[in-house]
């Protein structure tokens, strides 16, 4: 498996850092997470078979996650330099479909008018969709908005998590057992009670208690100075810590 990180960053404008966005790689998919703004151009910038996308997971409705929507069904109707039949799959929460609506109010049914299938998979907590042969996605609720998702994708061994949006819960570090790599939204440096992210420690506490053998933070609400963020991270969780960056690759 392959991670790729497109936006490491939160609504907030950043030179550096893009609203949210993974991309992962297994034998038999390729999968992007959330497509916050900045993300549809950083999957050429980091030179990432964005033509062959099979599945498109949203983990819920929050325009920094879901923003650049459009210009990639856009970029799939213009952009393509070599034909495709295989269809996209997009997957996301209860709701996904009225969202997909919207953008046909908004920009034009021939928006979505692509010479390849599209589908759409509306997903409750507890289910799981075949990616392919050798992988699975399950998704998990979120305590964030009503119907914000995580996800773990496993395969062939190995398994990527990824929290989406959230506050903490221990039910949720089960569904993180023992990841290969999480991705964790990384929103404060202590807890808001009145804000549904999690804190330093709190993403630190979930990775722990959820034995994830490699940690990376991202979604930062403040400014991050590496060193010390490690160090206190590293205050609540053993494992290793990664300090997510736009362009990030690892291979797992």
């Given at each position: 498996?392959?991670?790729?990180?497109?936006?490491?960053?939160?609504?907030?404008?950043?030179?550096?850092?893009?609203?949210a966005g993974y991309f992962v790689e297994t034998a038999d998919a390729r999968v992007m997470l959330d497509c916050g703004a900045g993300t549809v151009h950083a999957l050429a910038r980091y030179g990432l078979p964005w033509e062959r996308l099979t599945h498109l997971f949203v983990s819920h409705f929050h325009v920094d996650h879901i923003g650049e929507l459009a210009s990639l069904f856009l970029a799939f109707r213009h952009g393509l330099q070599t034909p495709r039949l295989e269809p996209l799959?997009?997957?996301?929460?209860?709701?996904?479909?009225r969202v997909m609506e919207g953008l046909r109010h908004a920009f034009g049914a021939k928006?979505?008018?692509?010479?390849?299938?599209?589908?759409?998979?509306?997903?409750?907590?507890?289910?799981?969709v075949e990616l392919g042969p050798e992988s699975v996605l399950s998704v998990a609720k979120t305590p964030h908005t009503?119907?914000?998702?995580?996800?773990?994708?496993?395969?062939?061994?190995?398994?990527?998590?990824?929290?989406?949006?959230t506050s903490f819960t221990e039910e949720l570090s089960s569904f993180f057992?023992?990841?290969?790599?999480?991705?964790?939204?990384?929103?404060?440096?202590?807890?808001?009670?009145?804000?549904?992210?999690?804190?330093?420690?709190?993403?630190a506490r979930m990775a722990s208690l959820s034995k994830a053998v490699r940690l990376i933070v991202t979604h930062f609400f403040f400014h991050v100075r590496t060193d010390e963020l490690?160090?206190?991270?590293q205050q609540s969780y053993d494992g290793e810590v990664l300090i997510g960056r736009d362009g990030l690759t690892l291979e797992i």
């Open positions: 498996m392959k991670l790729t990180i497109l936006g490491s960053g939160t609504l907030v404008p950043n030179g550096e850092r893009n609203s799959v997009v997957i996301g929460p209860r709701g996904l479909d928006l979505f008018d692509l010479k390849f299938p599209v589908e759409l998979r509306m997903l409750v907590p507890g289910e799981t009503e119907e914000s998702l995580a996800v773990r994708i496993d395969s062939s061994g190995k398994a990527v998590c990824y929290t989406g949006d057992s023992e990841a290969d790599v999480l991705v964790s939204e990384c929103s404060f440096r202590a807890r808001r009670d009145e804000a549904a992210h999690l804190s330093v420690e709190e993403a490690v160090c206190e991270i």
